[in-house]
């Protein structure tokens, strides 16, 4: 009986304790693995060298070459390799377009964003300044809130952006804002540092800029990881080797009507001269002043 009464009092116990530890909330774990295609150019590399500095819980990894035997859910893999579970690939193609991928590993989903207006921090040489390794402000548009396909984007923004607490490399700083802002079919990027100007009673606010900036424009949602059924698709991306090809197209289709002008103009100097029936041009006359002083 002794050993049936320390049964249920150790039981009666656990169960008075087991709520207190259901009260702790388990730490978030985020990790993103940061690369990108061969082929870039040194503007997509500033980028890329700027996304890693303003995600201390990235992983920086090398070049990832893509081919037709290659597909790109092998970067999960690397994810795994790296004990990462976001992903953040940027394709370049033609040395011109920049794709992000931007992915969950390993279930999904995953969003394919073409980066547009892109400006490096080298290029914009802005005043802001923050502590390397800071954790930021998220800071979404009401519009995020509005479409489905926009919170699911808002979503995995913010799994990849938001620097977790207890991340490795991060700073316990507060010290700069990440704006995303919907507009004309595009998140627009911004990044800030929050500056205080004053005594403690009276403190001034301000956000100076720090960069980089770029768009981001929606084209296709992924249920899986980097592959599945597409969930989502932009009906009004158009792509930029379509606006090239039309470029190209007017350019041509210029150069063929001065062709055409030319020929005509050529076809009108022969038809100056008077035609018979029988013959394409009149036969010259004797008494021209020309056949005469010739």
């Known amino acids: 009986m002794a050993a049936v009464d320390k049964i249920l009092s150790g039981a009666t116990n656990s169960a008075k304790v087991r709520p207190q530890f259901d009260r ?4 978030t774990w985020q990790r993103v693995l940061i690369l990108s295609s061969r082929g870039t150019t040194h503007r997509h590399r500033h980028l890329l060298n700027d996304l890693a500095a303003i995600l201390p819980h990235g992983y920086k990894e090398g070049k990832f070459e893509v081919k037709k035997s290659q597909k790109l859910y092998q970067l999960n893999e690397l994810a795994e390799l790296h004990n990462c579970n976001n992903i953040l690939f940027l394709e370049a193609r033609k040395r011109q377009d920049l794709y992000a991928w931007l992915s969950k590993s390993p279930n999904g989903p995953t969003v394919k964003m073409h980066i547009q207006n892109l400006h490096t921090m080298e290029e914009l040489h802005f005043t802001g300044n923050c502590l390397k390794g800071s954790r930021p402000i998220l800071s979404f548009d009401c519009a995020f809130d509005k479409q489905a396909h926009l919170l699911l984007l808002k979503e995995l923004l913010s799994h990849a952006f938001g620097v977790p607490e207890n991340a490795r490399k991060a700073k316990p700083f ?59 698709e932009n009906r009004e991306f158009v792509s930029p080797n379509h606006l090239r090809a039309d ?21 009108n100097k022969g038809n100056l001269g008077l035609r018979t029936h029988n013959e394409s041009m009149a036969s010259a006359d004797s008494s021209d002043s020309r056949s005469l002083f010739a």
């Open 24 to 27: 702790v909330q388990r730490p």
């Open 174 to 232: 507060v010290d700069r804002i990440l704006g995303f802002s919907f507009a004309d079919g595009r998140v627009w990027v911004r990044q800030y540092q929050v500056k205080e100007n004053g005594e403690a009673e009276r403190r001034n606010i301000q956000l100076v800029e720090i960069g980089p900036r770029f768009c981001l424009t929606p084209i296709i949602i992924q249920e899986g990881s980097f592959g599945g059924p597409i969930i989502y």
């Open 247 to 267: 470029t190209r197209k007017r350019k041509t289709s210029k150069y063929n009507t001065r062709v055409l002008q030319h020929v005509e103009r050529a076809v």
